[in-house]
């Protein structure tokens, strides 16, 4: 039986993952998976993550581009570690 992922990534670019499980707890190695091409990585959670928000694959910066499907999908206005949660309080749109 294989193991079923905890983060979908697009592309290997991106430098966000979106959570596809249900209680992911600080702690947790997760698998992860690149959609684009089915290759995957092991990361670990360093807060609880709801199913459907976003994790940093990297250490982010304020000032930083959030990157997903490969698009630029707003700006870090917080520090936020590898494996943290990434959401309203540390990244915002760039449409307004």
């Known amino acids: 039986m294989s193991e079923i992922p905890h983060l979908l990534v697009h592309e290997h670019d991106d430098n966000v993952g979106v959570v596809v499980v249900e209680g992911l707890t600080a702690g947790t190695d997760m698998l992860c998976c690149v959609t684009h091409d ?3 990585f092991r990361l670990t959670a360093r807060h609880d993550v709801p199913i459907g928000h ?5 250490d982010l910066k304020a000032g930083d581009t959030a990157m997903k499907y490969g698009e630029d999908i707003g700006k870090i206005i917080a520090d936020v570690g590898q494996g943290e949660h990434l959401h309203t309080h540390n990244c915002k749109t760039k449409r307004w």
């Open 38 to 40: 089915n290759s995957t």
């Open 54 to 58: 976003k994790v940093a694959l990297k």
